[in-house]
């Protein structure tokens, strides 16, 4: 059964508070469109909630602050999301991390880029940021990791460069349509990531063989599953168990192919908070940026609040860490 975000009250009671055979909310990071990622997770929803014996509701939405909104307004009890979002679920909305997705290929993670038109005259960075005001530019909402938070830190950050403000034109948009953008010439160069090119490849051939990849970041840890804290303790083990133990038991080749249509992942592997540490990374060099592009009062003030970023960051690090 298919819940839309919509449908959902904003006061709605906790599991916890109701029936506990009430339905839990799974909600699903937008990877395309929402009826697409819907379209992929249902065979596994499904079969979590005949383990769980309790009706299991997967919410899609279109953009990232959407979910986030819906994880805020405690509308979603377990949810697949990038290590940003979930980041916020857990220091903000009492949330944690029970599993990180794995593929096929053994990979540990994957690549934020940029990409342009194969035939494109930008064939290196030094061309792209010798001419401020000059390209078109399309990346991922705020809260996309590989869409803007990436590319923003490692790539224009360490050039003094604001991405917003470098360029001629700045479109938002998700990495399928930035993809397409650039391969009809809509735009010049967008961000992007290498296991959605990979999936953009497969739905779009010819549009990818229009595509170039100019840079590419540090390896960047797979999205993982989190669950709300204040479920019960015995739900939230169950969920963990099936989450981490699918594909791998008796019925393997089916629930396999479950995943395969996933973003061709082939499970989930246990995980915890400190998963998430370097994404908090990401937070502290942006605190940081944004501290040394702002006016100061005194060289004491601006002193002091770096002394803050760090402190809060080092703090950070630890409570993910357990310790």
Known sequence: MVCLLAALPAGAATPGDVDPQAPLTFGILPIGGPAESLE????????LQKALGRQVRPVSVTTYEGIAQAISEQRVDIAFLSGRLA??????????????LTRGDGSRGYYAVLVVAADSRLRTLAQLFAHPGKWRFARGEALSVSGYLVPETQLFANR?????????????????????????????VATNNTADLERFQQHFPE????????????????????????LPATLRAQVAA??????????????????????????????????????????????????????????????????????????????????
């Not at 980041?87 to 990180?100: S, W």
């Not at 990849?213 to 669950?227: M, Q």
Request: no cysteine; proline share 3%.
């Open 242 to 323: 099936f989450i981490t133990g699918y594909g791998k038991g008796k019925d393997g080749p089916r629930e396999e192919a479950n995943l395969k249509r996933i973003h061709d992942i082939s499970g989930f592997a246990p995980a915890g908070n400190a998963e998430l540490v370097p994404f908090a990374d990401i937070e502290y060099t942006l605190e940081q940026r944004r501290a040394s592009s702002a006016q100061w009062v005194s060289e004491g003030a601006r002193d002091a609040r770096f002394h803050k970023i760090r402190s809060d960051h080092d703090g950070l690090v630890a409570r993910l860490r357990g310790k």
């Open 87 to 100: 980041l916020d679920a857990v220091t903000r909305q009492n949330m944690q991390v029970i599993g990180q």
């Open 40 to 47: 992929a997770w249902r065979p596994m929803l499904d079969d």
């Open 207 to 230: 549009q990818y063989a229009r595509l170039r990849i100019l840079w590419k970041s540090s390896l960047i840890p797979h999205a993982v599953i989190v669950i709300r804290n204040d």
């Open 160 to 188: 003094g460069v604001d991405s917003d403000t470098f360029f001629a034109s700045v479109h938002v948009d998700n990495h399928q349509n930035n993809a397409l953008a650039v391969s009809n010439g809509e735009v010049d």
